[in-house]
């Protein structure tokens, strides 16, 4: 496999895989890997830097979309347990004819009296009022409620993190397969001018046809390169595109150039500290214990007694014209004496569901402390590679100017400027993949430390 191919392979793996396993046959992408295409493709490409593709992002990714909506059902189950508690009110208009006989009902009527009364009508307008004056079952599922949309909105903070990273993660890869292309088409020059100028030599006599050849299968080789790299660089664009959520067939230019990204100087002891603070999934996991907490006084609650009001207010008549006011007011006393164990069942689940909540935030908040020391492991060999990258870079660079003066001299045959070529090749694939792994290391250590949109708003600019 060319140095290239691998070298792409390679950080394509990593970039996606951080926070979106490559699917496997018969799987869909990940949410976060694809988007809502939005507008309408225009004519001419559109210059698009990184701060316009995370905002794009951020407005059309399907994974931070799923999350707001997420919001949105919390809240309706929140409002639905909140009208439990709050005063519900309700109307309604009747209007009825009928005919009674008395006799049927128990009602015996001295001689000469019909039994049956009417027909007659009756009208009757009504509001109605119930409220919970107290029900603790009620009131703990309310609040298990309100701690369920705080987690959802941590979740959706923690989601827009991670299209942040991931979008970041897929323009930075493009932009390494663009810079690859570059180097692929400055390695292309060299070899043409290798193949023109071994040619030249071969007609003066000074060197063997088998040198010729060599240029030209190397030449050759230059031109696949080139292809291969541009065909991975297009590629690149197109995944770019679909998580951004860019409209259908729009042609772009990326505007941004690979370049260092100045990692966070910071120790591992603060770094874990303020992940623990600003982590957004860590947030939303202690917001379900709180929630989870709730149910369970909420299954307690259900053993206790309750209070309720009622109410109604209205007219009732023959017509609407007689009609008189009427009115009734009652308070219930609601006191559980024996529900079979319901109660105990209730209080069971929600005893289990909380030693879940608990467990999951506890592996969460390991999990973290692990991520940050791999991070940290990551951005250490990150610079350590990135530093002999560019040493190798310069040396492959001297050595093949040397190969070629040799050459031209008559000095050495021209398989020592292939060689050349070839490391240079090697070392400018190694230099932009270094450079990539590093960014990669410091865009998971700001992921890994919590906001990283608002992280990413201060290194770049521009994001709302």
């Keep these: 496999m060319p140095v290239r191919a691998a070298s792409l392979i390679l950080l394509s793996a990593v970039s996606a895989g951080v926070l979106c396993p490559a699917p496997v046959r018969g799987q869909t992408l990940s949410p976060y890997q694809r988007s809502v295409p939005t507008g309408e493709a225009t004519a001419e490409p559109i210059a698009l830097s990184i701060v316009d593709a995370i905002q794009r992002a951020l407005d059309h990714n399907l994974g931070a979309l799923y999350a707001e909506q997420r919001i949105g059902e919390a809240g309706g189950a929140r409002w639905k347990a909140l009208s439990e508690l709050l005063p519900n009110l ?67 903070k923690n989601a827009r993190d991670i299209v942040v990273l991931i979008a970041g993660n897929a323009y930075s890869l493009a932009v390494a397969s663009s ?83 100045a990692f966070p100087d910071i120790s591992l002891e603060r770094a874990v500290e303020q992940a623990y603070k600003s982590r957004s999934d860590y947030q939303a996991a202690l917001a379900r214990i709180r929630a989870a907490e709730a149910n369970r006084q909420a299954a307690a609650g259900q053993a206790l007694p309750s209070v309720r009001v009622t109410a109604d207010y209205g007219d009732i008549g023959l017509s609407p014209r007689d009609s008189h006011g009427s009115f009734n007011v009652s308070g219930a006393l609601n006191v559980p004496i024996f529900e079979g164990g319901k109660t105990r069942g209730k209080i069971m689940e929600a005893d289990a569901e909380l030693r879940v909540r608990r467990a999951e935030a506890e592996e969460l908040k390991s999990g973290i402390y692990y991520e940050i020391r791999s991070v940290f492991l990551d951005l250490r060999a990150g610079q350590e590679q990135l530093q002999v990258a560019a040493r190798a870079r310069a040396l492959a660079a001297s050595q093949l100017e040397q190969a070629r003066d040799r050459f031209a001299a ?47 708003r201060q290194l770049l600019g521009g994001v709302r």
């Design 90 to 156: 309700s109307g309604h208009l009747t209007a009825t004819r009928e005919q009674v006989n008395l006799a049927a009902f128990g009602f015996p009527l001295p001689a000469g009296i019909p039994s049956v009364v009417g027909p007659f009508n009756v009208y009757d307008a009504r509001v109605f009022l119930t409220q919970s004056v107290y029900d603790a079952q009620k009131i703990n599922e309310a609040r298990a409620e309100e701690h369920k949309v705080e987690a959802a909105r941590f979740d959706s």
């Design 410 to 456: 008559g000095v050495a045959g021209n398989i020592e400027v292939v060689q050349a070529q070839e490391a240079v090749a090697l070392a400018s694939d190694q230099y932009i993949s270094a450079l990539f792994t590093s960014n990669l290391a410091t865009g998971n250590l700001i992921r890994a430390l919590g906001g990283a949109e608002d992280a990413v």
């Design 179 to 261: 810079a690859m292309v570059e180097a692929a088409r400055a390695q292309l020059d060299t070899a043409q001018a290798l193949a023109q100028q071994t040619a030249d030599l071969k007609q003066n006599g000074l060197v063997a046809g088998i040198d010729v050849l060599r240029a030209d299968v190397q030449l050759g080789t230059a031109r696949q390169r080139l292809t291969a790299a541009q065909v991975e660089f297009d590629k690149r664009k197109l995944t770019l595109a679909r998580i951004i959520g860019l409209p259908l067939g729009q042609a772009f230019t990326l505007t941004d150039q690979i370049r260092p990204i």
